[in-house]
């Protein structure tokens, strides 16, 4: 069974940092594609970053661009969101995503999300 679990949410003070790991199985990790996504609420569910198959490339959304970096492990099965510099605007559900290159986005696999929570 394909699964995707996020770990790592929690409360964090604004300034602070958080890992969020995005545990993957029953698919080959390696042929995917990973990002991350959040959910506001109240808002829609936006980009945040993603990563290709090898970790070779990044892209991140404008508002985390050099405090968010998105890696992987693809011998742990396993990728990373490393948050820094948190502001009460980054408190949503962080979810984890995998796309697979050439297919449409109604196929990608995702996680049911965790909580992250920025407030002083």
């Known amino acids: 069974q394909v699964q995707l679990v996020e770990s790592g949410g929690g409360l964090v003070q604004p300034g602070g940092s958080l890992r969020l790991p995005c545990a993957a199985s029953?698919?080959?990790?390696?042929?995917?594609?990973m990002g991350w996504y959040r959910r506001a609420p109240g808002k829609e569910r936006e980009l945040v970053a993603t990563i290709t198959r090898t970790g070779g490339s990044t892209n991140y959304a404008d508002s985390m661009k050099g405090r968010f970096t998105i890696s992987r492990d693809n011998a742990k099965y396993t990728v990373y969101l490393q948050m820094n510099s948190l502001k009460p605007e980054d408190t949503a559900v962080y979810y984890c995503?995998?796309?697979?290159?050439?297919?449409?986005?109604?196929?990608?696999?995702w996680g049911q999300g965790t909580q992250v929570t920025v407030s002083s």
């Open positions: 029953g698919f080959t990790f390696s042929s995917y594609d």
């Open positions: 995503n995998a796309h697979k290159p050439g297919w449409t986005y109604e196929y990608d696999y």
